[in-house]
């Protein structure tokens, strides 16, 4: 295909599959159908897809934060990939959190116009990584247990669900492997990138509780057949870690309880009626780094309420 310019390149995009921004692309979930399975309560299935979603989507802002901080031009991109896959899946979760709840709300307005109190995000995926070794291990926990979850998630008796975890294992797997790489190249590496590492494991293992205490929306939809028992996922997941962690000459510490109290936003901080610091990401309990995360990633939409692009 032949341009004069490269701004022709860029506005002509017919019949063009790789245009960026959705032009010639397949939907993941033409075909599927979108009904509520029945007996299922909307609300409990919209506040599964919100916890979901808000995990990719929160990560995926902490990835984005990474390009052009990446060691290597190579890392910059499996990132932004590894952020756009995760977006992506946000994308499907909140739109079908919207469509569950029936109020009229979809992804925008899911992921840009609510308060830090109504993310439901586990409190791994908002936390700030202070070097590379720390995004990588906690990049590679995430993936790990998210994997395993999509997995399972896959038999769902909501279609889309299913739909939505079976689009996500393909790219999760890169992600765990990428990951697992990096975590064991630095572990098995110097001495200097082995004390790194160790210490962001060290960093990692006090959040890694709240990834398998079930919520009861969660424990009424896996009942169900809906949702995954997050419970259910923690044999599995120190199994892999650990193998990851001893191939990176590391040690495997105990699966902790989720976060201290002290590191979670004050009452204050929350409207009324807002979950205690003894609550999870979950209820809504979270740590100021949800509050950087959402200042920055929703400044556009709050600074023009109602614009449009």
Same mark, same amino acid.
């Given at each position: 295909?032949?341009?004069?310019?490269?701004?022709?390149?860029?506005?002509? $995009?017919?019949?063009?599959? =790789?245009?960026?921004?959705?032009?010639?692309?397949?939907?993941?979930?033409?075909?599927?159908?979108? &009904?509520?399975?029945?007996?299922?309560?909307?609300?409990?299935?919209?506040?599964?897809?919100?916890?979901?979603?808000?995990?990719?989507?929160?990560?995926? /802002? =902490?990835?984005?934060?990474?390009?052009?901080?990446?060691?290597?031009?190579?890392? +910059?991109?499996?990132?932004?990939?590894?952020?756009?896959?995760?977006?992506?899946?946000? =994308?499907?979760?909140?739109?079908?959190?919207?469509?569950?709840?029936?109020?009229?709300?979809? +992804?925008?307005?899911?992921?840009?116009?609510?308060?830090?109190?109504?993310?439901?995000?586990?409190?791994?995926? +908002?936390?700030?990584? &202070?070097?590379?070794? /720390?995004?990588?291990?906690?990049?590679?926990?995430?993936? !790990?247990?998210?994997? +395993?979850?999509?997995?399972?998630?896959? %038999? *769902?008796?909501?279609?889309?669900?299913?739909?939505?975890?079976?689009?996500? !294992?393909?790219?999760?797997?890169? $992600?765990?492997?990428?990951?697992?790489?990096?975590?064991?190249?630095?572990?098995?590496?110097?001495?200097? *990138?082995?004390?790194?590492?160790?210490?962001?494991?060290?960093?990692?293992? @006090?959040?890694?509780?709240?990834?398998?205490?079930? /919520?009861?929306?969660?424990? =009424?939809?896996?009942?169900?057949?809906?949702?995954?028992?997050?419970?259910?996922?923690?044999?599995?997941?120190?199994?892999?870690?650990?193998?990851?962690?001893?191939?990176?000459?590391?040690?495997?510490?105990?699966?902790?309880?989720?976060?201290?109290?002290?590191?979670?936003?004050?009452?204050? *901080?929350? @409207?009324? %009626?807002?979950? *205690?610091?003894?609550?999870? %990401?979950?209820?809504?309990? $979270?740590?100021?780094?949800?509050?950087?995360?959402?200042?920055?990633?929703?400044?556009?939409?709050?600074?023009?309420?109602?614009?449009?692009?």
């Amino acid at each position: 295909m032949a341009f004069d310019d490269a701004y022709d390149a860029l506005t002509d $995009h017919e019949d063009d599959a =790789r245009w960026a921004y959705g032009t010639g692309f397949s939907d993941p979930l033409a075909g599927v159908p979108g &009904d509520l399975p029945d007996g299922v309560d909307r609300a409990d299935l919209a506040a599964y897809c919100l916890m979901l979603g808000d995990d990719a989507l929160i990560l995926s /802002h =902490r990835l984005q934060q990474w390009v052009t901080r990446a060691p290597e031009l190579e890392d +910059e991109l499996a990132l932004a990939n590894i952020g756009l896959d995760l977006l992506g899946q946000a =994308r499907l979760l909140l739109t079908r959190a919207g469509a569950a709840e029936g109020r009229g709300r979809d +992804e925008d307005e899911l992921a840009m116009h609510r308060p830090p109190a109504e993310f439901r995000n586990v409190r791994l995926a +908002e936390r700030a990584d &202070d070097d590379f070794a /720390h995004l990588v291990a906690r990049l590679c926990a995430f993936s !790990v247990w998210r994997l +395993e979850l999509l997995q399972r998630l896959t %038999g *769902s008796a909501d279609p889309m669900l299913a739909a939505i975890a079976a689009k996500g !294992v393909k790219e999760v797997t890169y $992600h765990r492997d990428y990951a697992a790489q990096w975590v064991v190249r630095l572990g098995d590496g110097t001495e200097l *990138s082995h004390r790194r590492m160790a210490a962001a494991v060290d960093a990692l293992t @006090p959040l890694l509780g709240e990834l398998f205490q079930p /919520h009861p929306v969660e424990t =009424r939809l896996a009942a169900a057949g809906i949702a995954v028992d997050p419970a259910g996922l923690r044999a599995a997941f120190d199994d892999v870690w650990a193998y990851v962690l001893a191939t990176a000459t590391l040690t495997a510490p105990g699966v902790a309880p989720a976060v201290s109290p002290a590191a979670v936003l004050p009452a204050s *901080s929350s @409207p009324a %009626g807002a979950p *205690s610091a003894a609550s999870g %990401g979950r209820d809504g309990a $979270h740590t100021p780094g949800l509050v950087e995360i959402l200042d920055e990633m929703q400044a556009l939409a709050r600074s023009v309420p109602g614009g449009a692009w």
